[in-house]
């Protein structure tokens, strides 16, 4: 299957910015999209953005929109999460994920801590 292995996460002061990355291996044809969770301290996972390995079109749950952006390298094979601005409600486990198919998301990494401050 796809393995998963997200870096960059740490801690930052509200407004500050963060990297998250996410490679892929294993076998990567099956990809249909890679996607962003995240899961706050009692709260559900929640969706963040996702990208489509063809074609690269990009989508984002309101609340960060015009504050995080999803990208691709495709020389690295590699996924990024910039996150701009953020706010201690963004505070999270932050998770890489794919899906084969335009269902669910159901092969995910390990997860990265984010912790913003006030």
């Known amino acids: 299957q796809v393995q998963l292995v997200e870096s960059g996460g740490g801690l930052v002061q509200a407004g500050g910015s963060l990297r998250l990355s996410c490679a892929p291996s294993?076998?990567?044809?099956?990809?249909?999209?890679m996607g962003w969770f995240r899961q706050a301290p009692g709260k559900e996972r929640e969706f963040v953005a996702q990208?489509?390995?063809?074609?690269?079109?990009?989508y984002y749950v309101d609340s960060v929109k015009g504050r995080f952006t999803i990208s691709r390298d495709n020389a690295k094979n590699t996924v990024y999460l910039q996150m701009n601005s953020l706010k201690p409600e963004d505070t999270a486990v932050y998770y890489c994920?794919?899906?084969?198919?335009?269902?669910?998301?159901?092969?995910w990494g390990q997860g990265t801590q984010v912790t913003v401050s006030s």
């Open positions: 294993g076998r990567t044809l099956s990809i249909y999209a």
């Open positions: 994920a794919t899906k084969e198919g335009p269902g669910s998301y159901d092969n």
């Open positions: 990208i489509k390995w063809s074609g690269g079109s990009t």
